[in-house]
């Protein structure tokens, strides 16, 4: 780690945030300075906080401080009303932000607000990739001109209860690979908010919320998330598939999400970054 100490504030306090507060005590360069929460669960965080032996714990709050410990960066762990809530005021004061909640840009002009504040602030908002893999090539594919790009998820039926995949097919009894979702990234995180990070993520990157296609498979072979996407254009053409592990102590969030909150906060503080 290089010398310069970065304070870093973070949104939420839930399996992700929990495990980047694990994963970065030991960071000489980072400290976790300030832990925003919804009101009222302030004195409940702070007695699960002493009990993770942080040593330097943050301070709790329900928003964001900018006095004598403002954060140099703020991470969002809490879901697309963070972005409202947290997010898009602390950027107006000039404080960069790192979100994981892509899906909540598929909301009409909310890319353009985080733009617009981001502007105003002077700073910038930087987009995680989290689950999936692959958005630093598809980025730059977009330079040159992309053509297409489709994702295609997949999951064990039971992954999808409490969506609108229950109104189109029997999860608990299905036998076989069932297609149950095909239309734009946009439509499909309005659709499925819980499940939009990825394909919100993909689209932000490549042709577009309104012009990436999506599909959405339960599939009873399966006992993970599979992710697979490919792209064409004047580049050439990709395809990534990810299959990650769920993070143990959520199994509905993927552990690569955790470790590109770690890997970006590390970056700001590391002599080489990659």
């Not at 301070?59 to 963070?82: F, I, K, M, N, T």
């Amino acid at each position: 780690m290089s010398g310069v100490l970065k304070r870093v504030a973070i949104v939420g306090f839930g399996a992700i945030s929990q495990s980047v507060l694990d994963l970065t005590k030991g960071d000489e360069g980072l400290r976790i300075s300030q832990l925003i929460v919804s009101p009222g669960k302030e004195d409940a965080v702070r007695e699960q906080l002493a009990g993770l032996e942080l040593g330097n714990a943050p301070q709790v709050r329900s928003a964001l401080a900018l006095d004598a410990d403002r954060p140099d960066v703020l991470v969002e762990c809490a879901g697309h009303g963070a972005l409202t809530a947290h997010v898009l005021p602390a950027l107006r004061q000039g404080v960069p932000c790192l979100v994981v909640s892509i899906g909540a840009l598929s909301a009409p002009g909310m890319a353009e607000e985080l733009e617009q504040a981001a502007r105003q602030g002077g700073t910038q908002v930087h987009l995680l990739s989290g689950a999936i893999g692959g958005i630093d090539a598809l980025a730059a594919a977009r330079m040159a001109g992309l053509d297409s790009v489709t994702y295609v998820g997949r999951k064990p039926p039971l992954g999808w209860l409490g969506s609108p995949a229950e109104e189109k097919l029997d999860l608990r009894n299905l036998k076989e690979k069932a297609l149950f979702f095909e239309g734009s990234a946009r439509e499909a995180a309005r659709l499925f908010p819980k499940n939009a990070n990825v394909a919100a993520t993909l689209a932000l990157a490549g042709v577009g919320l309104d012009q990436t296609r999506v599909e959405l498979y339960a599939d009873p072979a399966v006992n993970q998330n599979i992710h697979y996407y490919e792209a064409q254009g004047a580049f050439g053409n990709m395809a990534v598939t990810m299959q990650g592990k769920p993070l143990a102590s959520n199994p509905k969030t993927s552990a690569l999400t955790v470790y590109s909150v770690v890997r970006a906060l590390r970056n700001l503080v590391s002599p080489l970054a990659v």
